[in-house]
C-alpha cells in the first residue's frame, strides 16, 4: 500500500512541466537513436549524458531512462521495414518481422512489435515498482563476500553470454579490469600504472572508456568500412494495425515466456536488452508451440525479442537503484548521472524520503514513457522512419563530435579528450581483431567495486577466500557463475559429440 | 604460416603489455601490514589471467589453427544471424580513409586548446564529414559553421559548460563570437 502511495507521488511529480519536457525529449531521441543504424542505444544514452549536467536529478534520469526504453523499440521499425536493424536487438526482428512484411503484412508486423513493446515496457514498470524495495531491503543484509559474488556473476555472464570467441571476452574483461586500476588504489592510496603522467594519476573514468570504445571506436570502424546508404523510397500508406484479442490470445505463451526471459536476464548485471532478445528468440525456438514454423514470418517470432528486449529494462535497473551496481552500458551511464548529482544508488536510496521519491518518479515516468513511446510508434511511424535518410557522414561527425564534449564537460579536463581519443582508436581494433567491447567497457565499470568489495573481505576475514564459497548467498551466486562459464564449454563438448560419429 | 603469425599477433602483443604491467605491478610502492594482501594483488591476477588466456590462443594458433574457439551462447544465433543474411555487396574496407579520420581526431584534439572550440570545430566537422564521402560541399560548410555555432549556443548558453576560447588572436575571435551570440 505504500508503495502505491509513493508511485501515487511520483506519478505527481512526473507531471511537473520540467519532468514531462525531459521525459518527451528522451522519448523523441531515444526513438532516433534507435532508427539511426549508426548509433547505439548505449551511445546515445552517452551523448545525452552532457545536457543532463545543469539539470535536476529527477528529470536528468527520467529523460536517461526514457532513452534507454525506447532505445529497445525503435529499430525494429527499420528492421521490419527496410530489412535495417537499428541495434543488434533488432537483429531477431528480422527473421520473422521483415519475412512478415516480405509477405504482404508489414502493418501487422509493426502491429505485433508494437504491442510487444507495451507488454514488455508495462511489465518492466511493474517489476521496478514491485521488486525495487524489497530487493534493497535484502541488499541492506548483505555484506561483501556476496557483493564480491554479484559482480564476479556479472563478469563472468558477460564473457559466456556474448557471441564470439570465449577467450577474447575473457582478454576484453581483463583489460577493462586492469583500466580500473591506474591511477591512486582505494585501500592502501598506492598509485598503480600512472607511469608519472598526471592525467593517469587521477585514474581512467568508465565514461572516458565508454564513449571512446563505443562510441568513437564505432564511428571509426563504420568509416573504415565504409557508411552504408539506406535509401527508403516513398512510404505510400504506411500504418500499424494492432493485433485483436483473439490474435493475442494465440501469443500468449510467447508473451509470458519471453517477458520473463527478458526479466531475469535484465537482472543478470552484464547481460542486457541484446542477450535477452537473442535468448527469447531461442526459448522460442526451443519451447515454442509453433517452433517449427519459427523464421517464417509468425507473430512469436516478432513478439519473443521485442517484449524480452524492453521488459529487459526493468530488470536491469533494479541492480542498479538496490545495489548500485550497473549491469548494462545504458545503466552505466544512468549511474554516472546520479553520481554527477551526488547520489550514490544503493539500498540507502530507498531510505531517504527525497530519494525515494525520486526514484519513484523515475518510476512513474517509466508507465507515462512506456505509453508516450506506443503513441510516437503508432502516429508518427513515417516521420521516424525518414530519419533513415539522413546522410551517415554527416551524423557519424556529430556523433564524435558529442562523445568529445560529453567527456570534456564531465570534468572540463582536456586531457581527457586525448584518452577518449585513444580508447576510439582501441575499439577499432578490437572490432578489427573481434574482440568484443562490452567486456571491456564493464569491467572498467565494475573493477573498482570488484576490488574493493574483494580486498574488503580479504582484510575482513583474514585472507580466507573461502568465505567466497562457504556464505549460503556468495557460495550460491560463486557457483552460478562456474555454471554459467561451463554451459558453453559443455555445449561445444556435445556438439563435438554429436559431429564425431557421423 | 603468414595467416598463423597473424592470427596470433595481437595476443603476442597483449602478452609483451601483460609482461611489461606485470614488471610495473611488482614495483608498486605501499605502506601496510606485511600479513594483508598488497594493492599490487589485484592486478598481477589481471594480468597473470590475461598472459595465460595469451598463452594459450597463441599455442592455438600454432598447434591447432583450424580449430573454433569456444564462442558464447549466443554464437549458434550470431551463426544463423550470419547465414540467414542476403549477401548485400559491401564497399572494400579502406585503411587510408581511416587513417585520415584518426588523424584530423588527433589534430582536433591537439588545435582545440590553440583555434578554440569553434573554428577547431568548424574545421574538424568539415573534415570528418568529407572524409565519409559525403561531397554536397554548401550543406558540409552549413554543418560544420551551423553545427559547431549551435553546439557553442546550447552549451555555453544553455548548459553551462565552459568551452576552450583557444590562444592569442583565436581567443579575441572566439570571444568577440560569444559577445556576439549573447554569452556572458
Redesign the interface.
Known amino acids: 500500500m505504500e508503495v502505491l502511495s509513493l508511485l501515487a507521488g511520483g506519478f505527481l511529480q512526473v507531471l511537473a512541466p520540467v519532468n514531462l519536457a525531459a521525459l518527451a525529449a528522451g522519448l523523441v531521441l531515444g526513438l532516433l537513436v534507435a532508427v539511426l543504424p549508426g548509433l547505439t542505444l548505449v551511445m546515445g544514452v552517452v551523448l545525452a549524458l552532457p545536457f543532463t549536467y545543469t539539470m535536476d536529478i529527477t528529470p536528468a534520469i527520467i529523460l536517461l531512462t526514457a532513452m534507454y526504453v525506447t532505445g529497445t523499440y525503435g529499430g525494429a521499425l527499420t528492421a521490419i521495414l527496410f530489412r535495417v536493424p537499428g541495434e543488434p536487438i533488432d537483429v531477431p526482428l528480422l527473421w520473422d518481422g521483415y519475412t512478415m512484411a516480405r509477405q504482404g503484412m508489414p502493418a501487422k508486423a509493426l502491429g505485433w512489435t508494437l504491442f510487444a513493446a507495451f507488454w514488455g515496457g508495462m511489465l518492466a514498470a511493474c517489476v521496478m515498482v514491485g521488486f525495487a524495495e524489497p530487493v534493497a531491503r535484502l541488499a541492506l543484509t548483505l555484506s561483501t563476500p556476496e557483493y564480491f559474488a554479484i559482480i564476479f556473476f556479472g563478469l563472468t555472464t558477460v564473457v559466456a553470454l556474448g557471441g564470439g570467441s570465449m577467450s577474447n571476452a575473457l582478454i576484453s574483461l581483463c583489460l577493462g579490469l586492469l583500466i580500473s586500476t591506474v591511477g591512486i588504489e582505494a585501500t592502501y592510496g598506492a598509485e598503480r600504472f600512472a607511469f608519472g603522467v598526471p592525467m593517469l594519476t587521477d585514474g581512467i573514468e568508465y565514461l572516458l572508456v565508454m564513449v571512446g570504445a563505443y562510441g568513437i571506436g564505432e564511428v571509426f570502424t563504420r568509416l573504415y568500412y565504409g557508411y552504408g546508404s539506406a535509401s527508403i523510397g516513398r512510404l505510400g500508406a504506411l500504418r500499424t494495425e494492432l493485433p485483436g484479442l483473439r490474435e493475442l490470445a494465440t501469443v500468449k505463451a510467447a508473451l509470458a515466456r519471453s517477458s520473463i526471459v527478458g526479466v531475469l536476464v535484465g537482472l543478470v548485471p552484464g547481460a542486457g536488452a541484446t542477450i535477452a532478445s537473442f535468448v527469447a528468440y531461442g526459448a522460442e525456438a526451443q519451447y515454442g508451440r509453433r517452433r517449427k514454423e519459427l523464421g517464417t514470418g509468425i507473430p512469436e517470432g516478432i513478439v519473443a525479442p521485442q517484449a524480452a528486449a524492453t521488459s529487459s529494462v526493468g530488470g536491469a535497473m533494479i541492480p542498479l537503484l538496490t545495489m548500485g551496481i550497473p549491469g548494462s552500458g545504458a545503466t552505466a551511464i544512468i549511474l554516472g548521472a546520479f553520481l554527477l548529482h551526488g547520489v550514490q544508488p544503493g539500498p540507502q536510496i530507498f531510505t531517504n524520503p527525497e530519494q525515494s521519491q525520486m526514484v519513484y518518479a523515475v518510476f512513474a515516468s517509466m508507465f507515462l514513457g512506456v505509453l508516450g513511446m506506443c503513441l510516437l510508434g503508432y502516429f508518427a511511424i513515417k516521420a521516424l522512419v525518414r530519419v533513415l535518410e539522413f546522410p551517415e557522414a554527416v551524423v557519424s561527425a556529430f556523433v564524435v563530435l558529442f562523445c568529445f564534449i560529453g567527456a570534456f564537460a564531465a570534468r572540463n579536463n582536456l586531457s581527457d579528450l586525448y584518452v577518449i581519443a585513444a580508447f576510439g582508436v582501441l575499439g577499432f581494433l578490437f572490432e578489427l581483431w573481434r574482440f568484443p567491447i562490452a567486456p571491456l567497457v564493464l569491467g572498467s565499470i565494475l573493477g573498482p567495486l570488484a576490488e574493493t568489495t574483494f580486498m574488503t573481505t580479504m582484510i575482513s576475514f583474514g585472507n580466507d577466500w573461502t568465505v567466497f564459497f562457504t556464505r549460503p548467498v556468495a557460495g550460491a551466486v560463486m557457483a552460478l557463475s562456474v555454471l554459467a562459464l561451463l554451459v558453453p564449454l559443455l555445449r561445444r563438448l556435445r556438439r563435438r559429440r554429436t559431429i564425431a560419429p557421423r | 604460416m603468414t595467416g598463423r603469425l597473424a592470427r596470433a599477433a ?2 603476442a602483443l ?1 602478452l609483451a603489455v601483460a609482461g611489461a ?1 606485470y614488471a ?2 611488482l614495483r ?5 601490514p606485511a ?6 594483488f ?2 598481477r591476477a ?2 597473470g ?2 598472459a595465460a ?2 598463452v ?2 597463441i599455442a592455438k594458433s600454432f598447434l591447432a589453427a583450424g580449430a573454433r ?10 551463426d ?2 550470419s547465414a ?1 543474411g ?1 549477401g548485400e555487396a ?6 587510408a ?2 587513417a585520415l ?2 588523424a584530423a ?2 589534430g ?2 591537439l588545435l ?2 590553440v583555434l578554440g572550440f569553434f573554428l577547431a ?1 568548424a574545421a ?2 568539415a573534415s ?7 561531397r554536397r560541399w554548401g ?1 558540409v560548410a552549413a ?1 560544420a559553421l551551423g ?1 559547431s555555432l549551435a ?1 557553442v549556443v ?2 555555453m548558453k ?7 576560447l583557444g590562444m592569442g588572436p583565436f581567443r579575441l575571435l572566439s570571444i568577440g563570437l560569444l559577445q556576439a551570440l549573447g554569452v556572458r
Open positions: 595481437p595476443y597483449l604491467l610495473a605491478a608498486i610502492e605501499y605502506i601496510g600479513e594483508r594482501i598488497g594493492p599490487d589485484w592486478p589481471i594480468l589471467l590475461l588466456v595469451c594459450y590462443e574457439s569456444t564462442g558464447g551462447m549466443l554464437q549458434h544465433f550470431l544463423q544471424a540467414g542476403e559491401a564497399p572494400p574496407p579502406s585503411f580513409r581511416l579520420a584518426v581526431t588527433l582536433y584534439v582545440v586548446p570545430t574538424y566537422l570528418f564529414i568529407a572524409l565519409g564521402g559525403y550543406v554543418c553545427g553546439t546550447v552549451f544553455v548548459v553551462y559548460v565552459s568551452l576552450p
